[in-house]
């Protein structure tokens, strides 16, 4: 890798903690409650995990530079959403929490004054057993 490479992905990754950031704090000012942030085990990462009417919710977040870029939800691919279940599943394990889940998906647009999507129950919930 060369020294273009590393500071590429230095940059994608602090668009992204910026992207989570922003998401946070919208999260926080349409009634949900971040317990945890950026979770990470052999099975995958969580964004943010919070609480909204009694849900936990596990978010997963994507940032795109424009509006007219394509959308980040096309991003979730099977792969992906089989890893958000499996690290949840590890979460919630590991928390020994007992509440319903929901799983979110939110788009940070990094416009000059950023435009947030969310998508609320984008696949289904953890099986019990």
């Known amino acids: 890798m060369d020294g273009f490479e590393g500071r590429k992905g230095s940059q994608k990754k ?42 936990l919710v596990f978010v997963e977040v994507r940032s795109r530079h424009s509006e007219e870029s394509l959308s980040p939800l096309f991003t979730l691919t099977d792969k992906k959403r089989r890893s ?15 509440r319903p889940v929901r799983f979110d998906f939110i788009v940070v647009t990094m416009t000059p004054e ?3 999507e969310i998508f609320e ?9």
């Open 114 to 116: 950023p435009q947030i």
């Open 14 to 55: 602090q668009i992204g903690l910026n992207a989570e950031k922003i998401a946070a704090a919208y999260l926080e000012s349409h009634g949900y409650r971040i317990i945890d942030r950026n979770f990470y085990c052999k099975a995958g990462e969580l964004d943010i995990i919070a609480i909204q009417n009694e849900e």
């Open 84 to 98: 958000i279940k499996k690290a949840a599943q590890v979460y919630v394990t590991k928390k020994s929490i007992e």
């Open 121 to 129: 129950n984008v696949f289904f919930e953890l099986p019990t057993g």
